[in-house]
């Protein structure tokens, strides 16, 4: 069974940093598997954040976040981290981790195969 477990959400002011951990468990981690950060904010749809294959360096960002946030593996832990630094009200949602088994590209939300419950994050101004 595969499970994905986040946390690391928060309140915090705007310019403030917060790291967000993604635990998985049931999955065979390979490059085969792509781990992603969605999040979704009020009224709004769920939007892209970032994405990293796992035991890869390869990581890519929505352009609202490039240069703030920086999506990291450890093997080790099994854990995927999302590093937020000079966060933004606008950054203000519910973050989620996700994994999709396969290659190519995970923009979309559609393409993920597993989804954890979701951490609250908000930024104040």
């Known amino acids: 069974q595969v499970q994905l477990v986040e946390s690391g959400g928060g309140l915090v002011q705007a310019g403030g940093s917060l790291r967000l951990s993604c635990v998985a468990s049931?999955?065979?981690?390979?490059?085969?598997?792509?781990m992603g950060w969605f999040r979704q904010a009020p009224e709004k749809e769920r939007e892209f954040v970032a994405s990293?294959?796992?035991?890869?360096?390869?990581?890519d960002y929505a352009d609202s976040v490039k240069g703030r946030f920086t999506v990291s593996t450890d093997d080790a832990k099994n854990t995927v981290y999302l590093q937020m630094n000079s966060l933004k009200p606008e950054d203000t949602a519910d973050y989620f981790c996700a994994a999709r088994l396969g290659y190519g590209m995970g923009y979309v939300d559609s393409g993920y195969d597993y989804w954890g419950q979701g951490t609250q994050v908000t930024v104040s101004s």
């Open positions: 049931g999955l065979t981690f390979s490059r085969y598997v792509l």
């Open positions: 990293i294959r796992w035991s890869s360096m390869r990581a």
